[in-house]
T-cell receptor
Framework: NAGVTQTPKFQVLKTGQSMTLQCAQD?????MYWYRQDPGMGLRLIYY???????DKGEVPNGYNVSRLNKREFSLRLESAAPSQTSVYFC????????????FGDGTRLSIL | KQEVTQIPAALSVPEGENLVLNCSFT??????LQWFRQDPGKGLTSLLL?????REQTSGRLNASLDKSSGRSTLYIAASQPGDSATYLC?????????????????FGKGTKLTVNP
């Protein structure tokens, strides 16, 4: 019963470096999401994927790219990391139908120096 | 645009007390409202989802209500325990209807940090 698995759990980057955050779910969910959580700002949606093969921007997509590799996996890439991207990143998934709860991973804590 | 607000930001109560957490939203066309729990250093765990056709949902000592007309939802915790200490977040759909094949984008409140003291 792994649910939603995120890797890595922690990462420190230097400004300008690139990195990909990985997310995988084993619940056969159709929709997947990437959020960032910052103090005082709450959870904000970065990108989402309604179904395999589709992705779309959320509330704060600038500086990020995503790939829905297959039904299980949804990755988030920072091409050139900036200190403003220091945050905790959460991946979530849901069946994709009305009134289904979202299931979250434990997060990736990312610091950019 | 949906906005979700939770007051207070923090709450401290003695063990055994019954308590209510509040959540307000701006778009009354909301079709569901979700409550989550977040423990320190962890992700969110779904507690209850109330559909617009329902007025409340119950799970153990938790009871969540939804009043669309007033734009409010409450999470009632009975007989609180130290293990209930966590941050509780509510979230509603960003749009009045699901789009793009069923993907549901949520707007989250900033949460209420609950501390239950032994």
């Amino acid at each position: 019963n792994a649910g939603v698995t995120q890797t890595p759990k922690f990462q420190v980057l230097k400004t300008g470096q690139s990195m990909t955050l990985q997310c995988a779910q084993d619940m056969n969910h159709n929709s997947m999401y990437w959020y960032r959580q910052d103090p005082g700002m709450g959870l904000r949606l970065i990108y989402y994927s309604a179904s395999e093969g589709t992705t779309d921007k959320g509330e704060v997509p600038n500086g990020y790219n995503v790939s829905r590799l297959n039904k299980r996996e949804f990755s988030l890439r920072l091409e050139s990391a900036a200190p403003s991207q220091t945050s905790v990143y959460f991946c979530a998934s849901t069946l994709g139908q009305t009134n289904q709860p979202q299931h979250f991973g434990d997060g990736t804590r990312l610091s950019i120096l | 645009k949906q906005e979700v607000t939770q007051i207070p930001a923090a709450l401290s109560v003695p063990e055994g007390e019954n308590l209510v957490l509040n959540c307000s939203f701006t778009d009354s066309a909301i079709y569901n409202l979700q409550w989550f729990r977040q423990d320190p250093g962890k992700g969110l765990t779904s507690l209850l989802l109330i559909q617009s056709s329902q007025r409340e949902q119950t799970s153990g000592r938790l009871n969540a209500s939804l009043d669309k007309s007033s734009g409010r939802s409450t999470l009632y915790i009975a007989a609180s325990q130290p293990g209930d200490s966590a941050t509780y977040l509510c979230a509603g759909p960003r749009c009045a209807r699901i789009t793009q094949g069923g993907s549901e984008k949520l707007v989250f409140g900033k949460g209420t940090k609950l501390t239950v003291n032994p």
